[in-house]
Structure formats: C-alpha cells, structure tokens
C-alpha cells in the first residue's frame, strides 16, 4: 500500500514536471501593435531582453520600448489607425495595447514615456475607449479626448500640446497611482483643448496641479523643443487614413453659448394708405464696423523693423489670437460678438502681407498674394482657406483647413498643409483674420497675415 502510494505521488510530481516544462517550451504569442513607416537616424527596439536596430518596416509588439538617439527619428502606424512620432533622444515604451476591431469600446492602452518627445494621434481604439487610456510619463499620467498632441518630458517636467481634440494631465502620486489604467480626474487634472491655440500643460515634480501657461514662441514647446521632421504631417495623414474628427469640445463650463434671436411678433394688417409723394431723406444705411482684427511684426523681419504698435494694443485690452514668427495677431475684445448658428459664408481678402523666408539664410522676399478665399461653415464650427502666393517668379500654392471655437478663434487641425491661427470679429462674425506659415521646399517658408470681411 505504501509502495502504491508513493509511486502515485511520484506519477503526480513527473506529470507537474512535465506539464511544466511543456509550458515553458511553448512559445508565447507575440500581439503586434503597429509596423515603423519611417526611421531615420539610430534606433533601436528593446524587447526580450535584448536590442535590435529599427528598420522600416520592424513590427513593435505590446511590451516593446522604442529608443532614439541624438539623430533619430521613428514613425509607428498602429494597428487601430493611430500615429506615433517619437523624436530624438527619447524612449517610449508600449506596456499595453489591446485592440479589438470587433469592440474597440474595449481598448486598452497604456504607453510610458520615459523622456524626450513623441507626438500621438489617438486611434480608433483610445478615440471608442478614452477611459481606457493612459500615457505615463516619470512626473505625470495624461488621458485623451479624441486627439492629435505633442508631449515632452524629463526625470522632473512634463509638457503637452494639442493641435485637436483634448488631453487632461494628473501629478503621479496621491491618488493617481502609475499603475492605473485610464486618465486620472479630480481636482488635481488639468484639461487644455486645441482650441487654446497659443497654451500649453505644464506639471513638474513638486506641483500639485498641472498649470496651462502661454506658448508663444517658447522653447517650451515640444515642437520646438524638438521639431518634427517635414515629412511627419504627410506620414500622419497617410497613417491615419480617415476623416479627423472635430475638436474636442470644452466642457460646458467653458463654451459661449449662442444668444437666441427672439423673432418679432405678428402684427396685425394696416389699411393701405395713400402713397406719399417721395422725399429725399438722409442716408441711414448702417455703417461698417471699426476695423478690431489687427497684425503686426512683433520680431524683425530681414531688414524690416519690429511693429512696435502690437505691444500697444496689448496693453489696451486686445487679445492676441495668432502668432507665426515673425507676425502675431490681436483682437479687440468680443463680448457682444454672435456667430451665426447655421450656414456657409464665403469672406473676401481685405488686406495682407507675406513673405518667402530662406531658412539658411534668413532672407525675406516680398510675396503677392491672389486667388484668395476664406470659407466658414458655422454649422460645423470649420473653416477653409486657399491662396496663391507669389515671390521672386514663382508662385505656390497655400491651404488650410480648421476648426472654429467657440469664442470664434481659427486653428488649423494636423491635416492642414499651412499653420493657421487668427479669429473672427464683430457683432455678427463679419470680420476674420489670420497668420500662416507653410514649408515650401527644403529651404523656404511662406508666412504671412491675412485680414478678411463678408
């Protein structure tokens, strides 16, 4: 009996052997999140315990890390139809990305940014399961609304764009633990939409809340911090291959609500009375509104002066709604402004100036500008804008497509060829006006500022 014992147990222990190293044989499947479009430089990919220089064409696999050096630069398609840009000397590491087409409500993703720059378009998995987003960095967690950002970190400081949609950014620690899934909310978040054109999220390691502070022209950015290659917008279009979707949409807090028009109540008929002889009267015809969307020159141009009555206006109350080196953009204050609700209106060029900058050598020729028009659907809170633009005998093509705000401020959105931001004005939305910049070749850029009426 004891020898039939023991032999049981010793069947049982060789079988747990067994089983366990047939478990240990089997290969683990390998989920394949996405292929590199574009590598340029020194990198390499970090996975099972060891690193392998990028290709065009490498599949990244969830647990994957992405390294870049001084002179690299990677583009990942994932495999819901999201974009992936990581910049030079940085480290990106995709912890989690489980996709199902068939329910993509049920997405999970989790990336962790250990430093440098990368630039993301939300897919269609974290554009069905936001609340199953999160991207980590060593200060900060960040969670999505639909959307197209930038963000740069170090071991201390974490800063984010966004060119559409939305991001909310939570300090790690306290109740925003790094190993979450999803954006930490509460009083500690900060939200910014695309729609704060010149505004960025900053947190560093001591805040207890991340702050939105002005961009303009800083270093700060990412973009700016480390620019993207010319070819990045192209290879996002091309990655994406779908419709952008709108700009996130502000909390309510934020929106401007539209003032209804009350429509004048019936009266009842008049008898017909005998027609007056006509009189001459004085001319009533309403006068146009005073000019309240301004440009200038806020840095030297080439041999052209810095406009010194920006900082003027500034002082005075008027906003800046557009910077593009070396123009910005200011308006007067719109309280009583009410865009229309519906409808398509096609405003006509009033004013400009443009130039073709050499970026080697900082020489600035003088552009005509012709053809122009300036499109905005009210109903869809959009815009489009095509001119063409001529400099020293040649003539290129500029275009631009956006979205509106809700305090009538333009942004381009990341499929647009040019940069554009400006704003709308007046009681009724009649006037516009907007900065751009857009690459033209390896060496020059069109940038310009452009005044509009309808």
Request: hydrophobic share 40%; charged share 15%.
């Amino acid at each position: 009996m004891r020898r039939s014992i023991t032999r049981g147990f010793a069947s049982l222990a060789l079988s747990l052997i067994c089983g366990s190293a047939w478990a240990q044989s089997e290969p683990v499947e390998t989920k394949v999140i996405g292929n590199t479009v574009v590598v340029v430089g020194h990198a390499s990919v970090l996975g099972g315990g060891r690193s392998t220089p990028l290709a065009r064409g490498t599949a990244i696999v969830q647990g994957n890390t992405i390294e870049t050096g001084a002179d690299g630069y990677v583009y990942i398609t994932t495999v819901d139809q999201g974009f992936v840009s990581v910049r030079p000397n940085s480290s990106l590491t995709f912890d989690r990305y489980e996709y199902d087409p068939a329910a993509p409500d049920k997405t999970v993703i989790k990336l962790v940014l250990h430093k440098g720059v990368v630039r993301e378009i939300s897919g269609k998995g974290a554009q069905a399961a936001r609340e199953h987003y999160r991207m980590n960095t060593p200060v900060a967690a960040l969670g999505v609304r639909g959307t197209d950002f930038s963000v740069f970190t170090d071991a201390n400081v974490t800063r984010a764009v966004v060119r559409s949609g939305g991001i909310v950014m939570t300090p790690l620690g306290g109740g925003c633990a790094a190993s979450g899934i999803g954006p930490c909310e509460g009083p500690a978040a900060a939200q910014l939409f695309a729609d704060q054109r010149n505004a960025l999220v900053e947190v560093d390691r001591s805040s207890a809340r991340p702050v939105v502070i002005d961009a303009k022209l800083s270093q700060l950015v990412p973009d700016q911090a480390i620019p993207a290659l010319k070819s990045e917008d192209n290879a996002a279009r091309a990655a994406t291959a779908q419709t952008p979707e709108s700009p996130g949409v502000a909390p309510t807090q934020l929106l401007f609500p539209l003032t209804p028009v009350t429509p004048p109540a019936p009266q009842p008929a008049q008898p017909i009375a005998p027609v007056p002889a006509p009189v001459t009267a004085p001319n009533t015809a309403p006068q146009p509104e005073a000019q309240q969307i301004f440009w200038g020159r806020f840095t030297p141009l080439a041999s052209l002066p810095a406009d010194t009555t920006l900082a003027a206006l500034l002082t005075q109350g008027s906003e800046e709604v557009g910077a593009v080196l070396p123009f910005a953009m200011t308006r007067t204050p719109q309280q009583d402004m009410v865009m229309p609700a519906t409808g398509s209106y096609v405003f006509g060029l009033q004013g400009y100036e443009a130039y073709v900058v050499n970026s080697t050598t900082g020489n600035a020729s003088a552009a005509v500008i012709s053809n122009a028009s300036l499109s905005i659907d009210f109903g869809n809170r959009a815009f489009s804008t095509r001119l063409d633009l001529t400099a020293s005998g040649s003539t290129y093509a500029i275009s631009g497509r956006g979205g509106v705000s809700s305090d009538g401020k333009l942004f381009s959105d990341y499929t647009s060829p040019a940069g554009i931001s400006g704003a709308l004005a007046g009681k009724n939305a009649t006037q516009a006006g907007y900065v751009f910049t857009q690459s033209l070749d390896a060496k020059s850029t069109a940038v310009g500022a452009t005044q509009w009426a309808r």
